[in-house]
């Protein structure tokens, strides 16, 4: 069946959607021998496919895969840093580092540690990563100094960010001791350093930032151990119908699963 040429290549891990569609504009796509257009369609089963020259054939199509890394504080988001960062593909095993596909679902700031889903599913990534979703992510942050409670309401209401109010927050402090400057926060949505910015608008700053959760996807396994920092585990087949379900996505994937850290 004829599908849209940047849908292809994202089913066969090559790029993101959006990606793709630079790729077309910047003629490194043909089709049957022609240049690519944004919109064309390919049969891979009757038509030709080449990507900067190589072939894409039917079979390359790689197997799905779905991770979670603990990324640590110090690391890029990206498949690839001009500046030779050590970036999270970086932190994958050998065999999962070359001709999968696989990329970070969104990102985590430099400084930042935490959950960070990484996959080769490109309908998967362009979803999740979509405005319009709102998968809810946990997040426990050191603050410089406890936070007064009605910087928290105003916080948990929203603030004026980049001209437009912020989603309400779940906002709790989860430190017994004084000073209280330990606080979880649950978001439904991902802007630009978002906790950071809103913290230096309320007047503190943030010591340090990670990421415990995405939806019910959490770094700890079920002996409440947390998955080590630098490392990644494939996804249960559970968590994967969970993204997929709160997407209103099929969930009937063919996906490797297993929950051991690798």
């Given at each position: 069946?004829a ?5 292809v290549?994202s ?9 793709a569609?630079?790729m077309?504009l910047?003629?490194?796509i043909q089709v ?19 990507v900067d020259g190589k072939?894409?054939?039917m079979?390359d199509r790689?197997?799905l895969i779905?991770l ?10 990206t498949c690839?840093d001009?500046h030779?960062r050590?970036?999270?593909i970086?932190l ?5 580092k070359?001709?999968t596909?696989i990329?970070?679902v ?9 959950a ?5 599913d ?6 999740l990563?979509?405005?319009?979703y709102?998968?809810p992510?946990?997040?426990v942050?050191e603050?410089?100094?406890?936070p007064?409670?009605k910087d ?10 980049d ?9 709790k402090?989860?430190e ?5 400057k330990?606080i979880e926060i649950i978001?439904?949505?991902?802007r630009?350093r978002q906790?950071?910015?809103v913290a230096?608008?309320?007047?503190y700053?943030v010591?340090k930032?990670h990421?415990t959760a ?5 770094l700890k396994s079920l ?10 585990r ?5 968590e994967?119908?969970?993204l997929?379900?709160s997407?209103?996505l ?6 490797q ?6």
């Amino acid at each position: 069946m004829a599908e849209r040429v940047q849908k292809v290549l994202s089913q066969w891990g090559i790029a993101s959607r959006r990606k793709a569609e630079k790729m077309i504009l910047a003629g490194r796509i043909q089709v049957n021998g022609q240049i690519a257009k944004v919109g064309d369609k390919v049969d891979l089963a009757t038509d030709s496919l080449y990507v900067d020259g190589k072939p894409i054939k039917m079979a390359d199509r790689p197997q799905l895969i779905y991770l979670l890394l603990n990324k640590p504080p110090g690391v890029v988001c990206t498949c690839s840093d001009p500046h030779n960062r050590s970036t999270v593909i970086d932190l994958l095993p050998a065999k999962l580092k070359q001709g999968t596909g696989i990329h970070p679902v969104g990102r985590l700031d430099f400084a930042s540690s935490g959950a960070l889903i990484l996959t080769n599913d490109g309908e998967l990534t362009l979803s999740l990563t979509h405005p319009r979703y709102h998968l809810p992510k946990t997040y426990v942050v050191e603050l410089d100094r406890s936070p007064r409670q009605k910087d928290l309401a105003l916080w948990r209401k929203g603030i004026i960010l980049d001209d437009r109010k912020t989603l309400p927050a779940k906002i709790k402090q989860i430190e017994h001791n004084q000073p209280q400057k330990i606080i979880e926060i649950i978001l439904t949505e991902g802007r630009n350093r978002q906790i950071r910015r809103v913290a230096e608008q309320l007047g503190y700053q943030v010591q340090k930032l990670h990421r415990t959760a995405i939806g019910s996807i959490t770094l700890k396994s079920l002996g409440n151990v947390e998955l080590p920092q630098g490392k990644c585990r494939h996804l249960e087949q559970a968590e994967i119908n969970f993204l997929k379900n709160s997407l209103n996505l099929e969930s009937s994937i063919a996906a490797q699963s297993g929950s051991a850290v690798i």
